[in-house]
């Protein structure tokens, strides 16, 4: 599995962002996929989270209502769209691999990583 994330950028306050994160050896079909942030001087965290099949999904708390994570198996991707952006969501984001069909919380769970890719929201 090689992940490539893209998408990020700069937005002002209440702007909007489409992360996709796609499986360059289309092998995470199997897979659930997480997309991850990590600000500085805090630790990584599960923003959002997908199941293999795409029916089950999962959000930080912060992030309910604003955030929409969805696949697309034909493409082999797995998109973040981003809605409402506040300069808390500042941060370096990475979409992972789990080890299993499902998805956690827990980073220990994500064997595949790919490179971030920074969002950086003004005031």
């Known amino acids: 599995v090689q992940l490539q994330a893209s998408g990020g950028g700069s937005v002002q306050r209440g702007g909007s962002l489409r992360l996709s994160c796609r499986d360059s050896?289309?092998?995470?079909?199997?897979?659930?996929v997480g997309w991850f942030r990590q600000a500085p001087g805090k630790e990584r965290e599960l923003v959002a989270g997908?199941?293999?099949?795409?029916?089950?999904?999962i959000y930080a708390d912060s992030v309910k209502g604003r955030f929409t994570i969805s696949r697309d198996s034909a493409r082999n991707t797995v998109d973040l769209q981003m809605n409402s952006l506040e300069p808390e969501d500042t941060a370096v984001y990475y979409c992972?691999?789990?080890?299993?069909?499902?998805?956690?919380?827990?980073?220990?769970?994500?064997?595949?990583w790919g490179r971030g890719t920074l969002v950086t929201v003004s005031s």
């Open positions: 997908i199941s293999w099949r795409g029916g089950s999904t």
């Open positions: 992972a691999a789990a080890r299993t069909p499902v998805t956690t919380r827990d980073v220990r769970d994500y064997r595949y």
């Open positions: 050896r289309r092998t995470f079909s199997n897979n659930g």
